[in-house]
C-alpha cells in the first residue's frame, strides 16, 4: 500500500518563506507523477502545483504562479514545494498527492486523478 507523510508545515509571517516535504512511502518501484493541493476552512480544495515523474514538466495554480516552486528527487521518493512571498491568504491545509504513471513527463492537475493522499499539514501566515 502507498502511503504519502507531509512535513514541513507551520507559522511563517507575511512575506516569509516555507518548504514542504511529501515522501512515498510502499510500492516506490512504479513511476508516480505528484502535486500538491490546498484546502482553507469552508473552501474547496485546489491544486498549487503538479509536477511529472521525470521533474521535466509542472503546471501551477494561478494565485501561486512565481512565488511556489515544486521539485522532486525520486533517489529519496520525495516531492518539494517551496514557497515564498507568503500571504495570508495561502493560509490553509496543504496535501500531497501522488498517482501512478506510464508517461514519464505527464503531469495532472485534476483532483480526481490522483490515487493516494496524504493527511496533509498545516500551513498559517500570520504576523
Known amino acids: 500500500q502507498v502511503q504519502l507523510g507531509e512535513s514541513g508545515g507551520g507559522l511563517v509571517q507575511p512575506g516569509g518563506s516555507l518548504r514542504l516535504s511529501c515522501t512515498v512511502s510502499g510500492r516506490a518501484d512504479s513511476m508516480y507523477a505528484m502535486s500538491w493541493f490546498r484546502q482553507a476552512p469552508g473552501k474547496e480544495r485546489v491544486l498549487i502545483a503538479a509536477i511529472s515523474w521525470d521533474g521535466r514538466n509542472t503546471d501551477y495554480g494561478d494565485s501561486v504562479q512565481g512565488r511556489f516552486t515544486i521539485s522532486r528527487n525520486n533517489a529519496k521518493n520525495t516531492v518539494y514545494l517551496r514557497m515564498d512571498s507568503m500571504k495570508p491568504e495561502d493560509t490553509a491545509v496543504y496535501l500531497c498527492?501522488?498517482?501512478?504513471?506510464?508517461?514519464?513527463?505527464?503531469?495532472?492537475?485534476?483532483?480526481?486523478?490522483?490515487?493516494?493522499w496524504g493527511q496533509g499539514t498545516q500551513v498559517t501566515v500570520s504576523s
Open positions: 498527492a501522488a498517482r501512478t504513471t506510464y508517461s514519464s513527463s505527464s503531469y495532472y492537475s485534476r483532483e480526481y486523478s490522483y490515487q493516494f
